[in-house]
Every structure is written in C-alpha cells, then in structure tokens.
C-alpha cells in the first residue's frame, strides 16, 4: 500500500492529528475535549468496538489506491461532530463514478459510516498558497501573522492573525483573496510568570492532561502505523 496523502483524526471537531505521506502534523485539542473523548474510546473499546473503524478504513483505501487516480484523491479525515463513534470523510477534487462510490460503499460495515465529498482544492494548491503568504508582510501595519495552516477538513489555508478584527482580517483577503484563506484569530505564546499556589495547582493539572493525551496520541500514532 503506498503512503497515504493526508489523514485526520478529530475531536469533537478539532484536529488533533494529521499524516501526509510519512510525516505528521500535531495540534492539541483541549484538555477537557481530550478527557472526555478518551473515556468514551475506552467504553467502546471494552465493548469491542473500534471508533476508528480501522478494518473499514484500511479496505476503502486500498480500494482508493488501486482504482482512483492519484490526483483526484484529496484527503481522509473522521468527523465526530456528526456522531460519536464518527463519519469516514474520503474527499475527492472531482465527482468519482456511481460505479466506484457504490464499491467503496459496499466495503462499509456497521458500526462504520462514510461520507464521500468533492473539494475544490487539492492539498498541494493549498499548500502553495499557504507558502504564498509573508508572515512578516503587515507587521509596519501593525498585523501579526502568528501562525498559517493547511486545514484539509475545511479545504482552506488558515491565517492566525493578532489583533484580530474584521477590518485586519480584510487587509489579509486584499492581498491574498478569500478564495482559499480563512482568516482566524492567532494564538499569542507567551510564557506565564507562576506564582501562586493556585497557578502551581493549574499547571500540574496541566501536565496531568498532557500526559493523558499523550497515551492517547500513541495509541492513535499505533493505529496509523498499521495503515502502512
């Protein structure tokens, strides 16, 4: 089976973990979405099922690689904002055959379900704009461009700016387009002066969360190792 383009699994909703070919992107859902979601993995788990419908996911891309054109297959990430146990998104740049959407749903066992989509963008001209952008270009304007991303879930390049507001967020669209860029709110990383008892409590908490998650990624980071 050759490297699959992108993977995504999600947390409610947020990115949690991406795989382009060999490599990975990492990004920490919070804490309480992550505890949450790895007591339930745990409940499913002890009644065998498998919330990342693995079996499932490794037939429909092996399908994928032996019947779909390289450069009409865009990603695959699991949705679980529209259920829990989560929807196998496959997204295509084009329309695939009614033959080869009714194969790749034939392949489908319960509890698994799938969704088959059409982007309008491949990861690669995401990408390219993404490598478009100056994160240094509006700084004598007072703009902070703190972070960019390819978002393959939403099929745009993300643009963390600081300050956030409409009429900087328009600065952005202006040189850029809207086409493919979504302008977000960046996230200021700062260092935190703990010096209370009460921050000191926070930050083991912190870490105690932290350290949950982490078991759970490798678990995730096992999953997908077996996907090769």
Do not use: C
């Not at 390049?157 to 302008?183: K, S, T």
């Not at 921050?199 to 870490?207: D, G, M």
């Not at 949950?212 to 678990?219: M, P």
């Amino acid at each position: 089976m050759k490297p699959i383009k992108k993977v995504v699994l999600t947390v409610s909703g947020v990115m949690i973990f991406s795989l382009s070919g060999f490599g990975g992107q990492f990004t920490l859902a919070e804490s309480g979405e992550v505890d949450s979601f790895t007591e339930q993995m745990q409940e499913w788990e002890e009644q065998g099922v498998d919330p990342n419908h693995t079996e499932v996911t490794e037939n429909i891309m092996d399908y994928i690689d032996e019947n779909i054109e390289d450069d009409v297959f865009v990603s695959m990430h699991i949705d679980r904002e529209q259920r829990d146990l989560g929807v196998l998104v496959f997204s295509f740049i084009e329309q695939i055959s009614e033959e080869a959407k009714q194969d790749i749903k034939n392949l489908v066992e319960e509890p698994a379900e799938i969704e088959l989509r059409e982007v309008t963008y491949t990861e690669s001209e995401l990408t390219k704009k993404q490598e478009e952008i100056d994160l240094s270009e509006f700084e004598d304007r007072g703009i902070t461009i703190h972070h960019t991303g390819v978002d393959v879930i939403n099929n745009q390049v993300d643009v963390g700016i600081l300050p956030f507001n409409e009429e900087n967020a328009q600065i952005i669209y202006d040189e850029y387009g809207a086409e493919m860029v979504q302008v977000v709110e960046g996230v200021d990383a700062q260092l935190l002066d703990v010096s209370t008892r009460d921050e000191n409590a926070k930050q083991v908490k912190t870490e105690d969360n932290k350290n949950v998650f982490q078991t759970f990624f490798l678990s995730i980071r096992n999953w997908f190792n077996n996907l090769f």
